[in-house]
């Protein structure tokens, strides 16, 4: 069974520029998570969704970011325009249900972006 | 707010020796608990987790980990480590009524020597 697939895989645009970072969670898992890794602030939760529809977006660093589920299988995180402190590895997660009979994230590889 | 801290940011461990992981967590209700793994370049993967019941949990990899209520902690244990178990160590702390919004250390990296 696949993972959750992630691309790019590494994005290297310049500041200013649209970054559109794609995620196709595991088959009939309900809930997607966008992360975000740097150095300095370790992994933080952008937003997840629950059935396609956001749940909290608190994560969300400002209106430059936006994220979308059009449908179960796909999800984006957009940053529009990129600066280079955006620079990161921005990870999606998928996971099923929501109860002590599950509890695990299944992460993709990541998409390394750098803005320059 | 719940918080975790993985103290160690750097362990550098012999092959064949027991490791141990700190992790302390701050949460005023019984927390959801997970250890996480990361090999580089990779994505992290879920080694295991404490929800209730026994404190003494077995994970994959030959990993297990303890909870402890009285100390906070969460400690991450192997008696064996092979050179694959080289990787960042992420400990994180959930809660039932925000599911997923893990608060995640800052984590700590392995090293094995031969």
């Known amino acids: 069974d696949a993972g959750v697939i992630q691309s790019p895989r590494h994005e290297v645009t310049e500041m200013g520029q649209e970054v559109t970072l794609r995620c196709k969670p595991i088959?009939?898992?309900?809930?997607l998570f966008w992360y975000r890794q740097t150095m300095m602030r370790g992994l933080e939760l952008l937003i997840y969704f629950n059935n396609n529809v956001p749940i909290d977006d608190s994560g969300m660093p400002e209106d430059r970011f936006s994220a979308k589920m059009p449908n179960a299988s796909f999800s984006t995180l957009k940053i529009q325009p990129s600066e280079p402190r955006d620079s990161a590895v921005y990870f999606c997660?998928?996971?099923?249900?929501?109860?002590?009979?599950?509890?695990?994230?299944?992460f993709g590889e990541g998409s390394r972006l750098t803005v320059l | 707010a719940q918080s975790v801290t993985q103290p160690d940011i750097h362990i550098t461990v012999s092959e064949g020796a027991s490791l141990e992981l700190r992790c302390n967590y701050s949460?005023?209700?019984?927390?959801?608990l997970f250890w996480y793994v990361q090999s580089p370049g990779q994505g992290l993967q879920l080694l295991l987790k404490y929800f209730s019941g026994d404190t003494l949990v077995q994970g994959i990899k030959g990993f297990e980990a303890e909870f402890k209520r009285s100390q906070s902690s969460f400690n991450l244990r192997k008696p064996s480590v092979h050179w694959s178990d080289a990787a960042e160590y992420f400990c994180?702390?959930?809660?039932?009524?925000?599911?997923?919004?893990?608060?995640f250390g800052a984590g700590t990296q392995v090293v094995v020597t031969p």
């Open positions: 088959s009939g898992h309900d809930y």
């Open positions: 949460y005023g209700a019984t927390p959801y």
């Open positions: 994180a702390v959930g809660r039932d009524d925000s599911w997923g919004k893990l608060q």
């Open positions: 997660a998928s996971s099923l249900g929501h109860s002590a009979n599950t509890g695990e994230l299944f």
